[in-house]
């Protein structure tokens, strides 16, 4: 059963529905990534299943019940990190562990957990003397101090820079592994979404667009590689066009440069044509699409073309059913 | 150890590193009384004061002053400053809930209050021969009720002041009619009729009133009790019904 499961998620500010339909579910030790342009509602989804804000139509559960409903239980269950919202500037890193732990039934070990994140040698440290990183980090911790099922994540690494995002997301995965913790991560990141989750889902105007793992969001959008190079010796293109991976083959006449279209397992087959025809590939290089490739015409789709709207709403039935 | 003992121990240790905001509380009331004190003409019994001194009448006024600092500045600021910086928001996601926190709050509040007051009591009384009431118990009690109708005034204008600009601009706005109208400026007692009439039925100047009175070993009269248990009773109201988490 599903930790977190959201069915039709409707949430209207002023009458502008902010959240349209959205429809997911979070299994235990898994990390979801919801992706969107600012505005696309995801913040909202997250406070919804934070039981912070009640659903105008659809139904959020979390352990099976509906946290909005269920306060205490959410609150329990739910560790939650959230955009501007801070502590006061003079509580101290220990302190505020401490006090959030004492908030909860069955706090994990503090000390272990300042340990596990790195905080321990600024225990001492008054949080409004912290940098960025380690206010993250804090962040972090508070939300798990409780032992919860479900991690709230919004914008973890959002003004970090490369070094500690990298830190951070690597405390998050051990997190993960080593308590199962059903984790939601509200990002921006495409990179964020490609090493932390299991499966993203693309929000744009309050709609689900697509859900799917970072690589199928991928393959979903364009599947379309290319390997270009500079043969070391004549090749006929003929023999890289019988590869069944292989799309298309165009070369250019004056350097002799070959470019091969394909899918799949494209550059693994040229290599093995290349190596049994005794060519070497000088300059290879590999195009894929990537993840912001994917982001991008997921969420663009939205906002240039009205028919991609069905289009997409396909793949989100899809995804819901699945 | 519980929620509530670790949110008043961590809401002490922050109004302890908070000394701007303790000094106007505790220590600024009874400066100002010494300097009353040092001052001959404060120390001289007037017969148009009923027999007693300035400083006697001032032991009161200062009480007030004390409770102003806290009710208009301290607590709203603090109120308001949860609510900006989302401390109250993430405190709504644990299983704790915002409320304990507004009750630790308070709780640091009234102790504060208490020590700023029970200091001045001990100068005035203790040091520089202010005339103590025989009985001490009503000037207690309705110091007690002045706190309490602070308290309820911190936290209304915390609820109402979405930001910490705001609450310090009422907070200022509301400093001197008030303290006017407790005495601090000039005495009621030497204020046209009028003002002495609303001033008695402001939070302060009830307070004021009630506290020279029972250190007269005058009745305190039911009016200014009256009084300021309706501020007590309306702040709270305001504060229920429109106190926002964010």
Sequence with gaps: ??????????????????????????????????????????????????????????????????????????????????????????????????LFASFHPAPVDVAALLEALGLAEHRAQAYGDLSGGLKQRLSFALALVGAPRVAVLDELTTGLDPRARREVWQQVRAVVRTRGVAVLLVTHSMEEAERLCDRAAVLARGRVVALDTPAGLVERVAGEQSVRFTPSAALDPAVLRALPEVTDVTTDAPDGLVQVHGRGELVHAVVSVLAREGVVARGLRIERTTLDDAYLALTGSWWTAEQGVTEHEGVHREEVRR | MSA????????????????????????????LLAVFAVIPVFRERQDDLGGLSLLDLYLPINTTLALAFLGLHVLPGALAG?????????????????????????????????????????????????????????????????????????????????????AAVAGNVLFF???????????????????????ELSPLGAGALAMQRAAAGEPVGWPPLLALAGWTVVALAVSVRRFRWE
């Excluded at chain 1, 995801?42 to 406070?47: A, F, R, S």
């Excluded at chain 2, 302890?16 to 505790?26: D, G, L, N």
């Excluded at chain 2, 601090?184 to 030497?190: I, Q």
Aim: proline share 6%; hydrophobic share 50%.
């Design chain 1, 1 to 98: 059963m599903p930790i977190v499961e959201v069915q039709h998620l409707t949430k209207r500010y002023g009458g502008r529905p902010v959240v349209d339909g959205v429809s997911f579910t979070v299994e235990e030790g898994e990390v979801l990534g919801l992706l969107g342009h600012n505005g696309a509602g995801k913040t909202t989804t997250v406070e919804c299943v934070a039981g912070l804000r009640a659903p105008d139509a659809g139904t959020v559960r979390v352990l099976g019940v509906d946290p909005a409903a269920r306060r205490d239980v959410a609150r329990r269950a739910v560790g939650v990190q959230l955009q501007e919202s801070t502590l006061p500037d003079r509580l101290r890193v220990g302190e505020a562990l401490r």
């Design chain 2, 4 to 31: 509530q003992v670790e949110l008043v121990r961590a809401e002490a240790r922050l109004a302890a590193r908070e000394p701007v905001a303790t000094f106007w509380v505790v220590a600024f009331p009874s400066l």
């Design chain 2, 82 to 166: 949860y609510r900006e910086k989302g401390v109250l928001r993430r405190l709504s996601t644990t299983p704790v809930g915002p409320v304990r926190v507004l009750l630790a709050q308070l709780a640091v509040s009234a102790v504060t209050g208490l020590a700023g007051t029970t200091l001045l009591l001990a100068l005035g009384w203790g040091v520089f021969g202010v005339a103590r009431p025989a009985d001490p118990l009503p000037f207690l009690g309705v110091l007690v009720l002045c706190l309490l109708a602070m308290l309820g005034v911190g936290l209304a204008l915390g609820a109402l002041c979405a930001t910490t600009k705001a």
């Design chain 2, 177 to 199: 009619p008030m303290m006017l109208l407790a005495g601090l400026y000039v005495p009621l007692a030497l204020m046209p009729e009028v003002v002495q009439r609303v001033g």
